[in-house]
T-cell receptor, first 116, second 115 residues
Framework: AQSVTQLGSHVSVSEGALVLLRCNYSSSVPPYLFWYVQYPNQGLQLLLKYTTGATLVKGINGFEAEFKKSETSFHLTKPSAHMSDAAEYFCAVTPGGAGSARQLTFGSGTQLTVLP | DSGVTQTPKHLITATGQRVTLRCSPRSGDLSVYWYQQSLDQGLQFLIQYYNGEERAKGNILERFSAQQFPDLHSELNLSSLELGDSALYFC??????????????FGEGSRLTVL
């Protein structure tokens, strides 16, 4: 079974400041990990994903995340926040490995507010 | 645009009624997933279909049912509706091959309000 814990349901940063959204996972097998973003009144959009290989993954809009197996973490960062980054962010996990499609287990989400 | 189409976008109905939500997956995707998003429960996985067959069930109530048709579109049927069923219902799709890495493509959702 898999689970995801996102620390902090609300995070506020100033424009230009570092964004750090925390995600810890639990998985009985090596996981695939994802960050999705949801803008108001829209569906979820993939920011980035980790499957295998390099543990630092880069995504869209300047975001990146690092898979740390020893810490069971997959924190999302962006060096400099922009007003357009204000949204809700979801971390998700699914069992890794080859196979047919499988569902994602999502965290509870972190609402990011960017202050001018 | 994710390529996943959901209808209707908004739906208002009364308790005890039945509604059907429709989803067309991305072209070529074999898997369809339904998720419910509410303020108190967050994003909850309901059910997954793969090429017409039920593949996995999550926290789906017995009053809810789904199916995937030969053209791969899917419908989620919600019956005997209660106030607590008010939520945003998302459909997502993904490729169904061995190379699939689990990435889901989400529609914009159907917002259901039960009065």
């Amino acid at each position: 079974a898999q689970s995801v814990t996102q620390l902090g349901s609300h995070v506020s940063v100033s424009e230009g400041a570092l964004v750090l959204l925390r995600c810890n996972y639990s998985s009985s097998v090596p996981p695939y990990l994802f960050w999705y973003v949801q803008y108001p009144n829209q569906g979820l959009q993939l920011l980035l994903k980790y499957t295998t290989g390099a543990t630092l993954v880069k995504g869209i809009n300047g975001f990146e995340a690092e898979f740390k197996k020893s810490e069971t973490s997959f924190h999302l960062t962006k060096p400099s926040a922009h007003m357009s980054d204000a949204a809700e962010y979801f971390c998700a996990v699914t069992p890794g490995g080859a196979g047919s499609a499988r569902q994602l287990t999502f965290g509870s989400g972190t609402q990011l507010t960017v202050l001018p | 645009d994710s390529g996943v189409t959901q209808t209707p976008k908004h739906l208002i109905t009364a308790t005890g009624q039945r509604v059907t939500l429709r989803c067309s997956p991305r072209s070529g995707d074999l898997s369809v997933y339904w998720y419910q998003q509410s303020l108190d429960q967050g994003l909850q996985f309901l059910i997954q279909y793969y090429n017409g067959e039920e593949r996995a069930k999550g926290n789906i109530l017995e009053r809810f049912s789904a199916q995937q048709f030969p053209d791969l579109h899917s419908e989620l049927n919600l019956s005997s509706l209660e106030l607590g069923d008010s939520a945003l219902y998302f459909c997502a799709s993904s490729a169904g091959t061995g190379a699939n890495t689990g990435e889901l493509f989400f529609g914009e959702g159907s917002r259901l309000t039960v009065l």
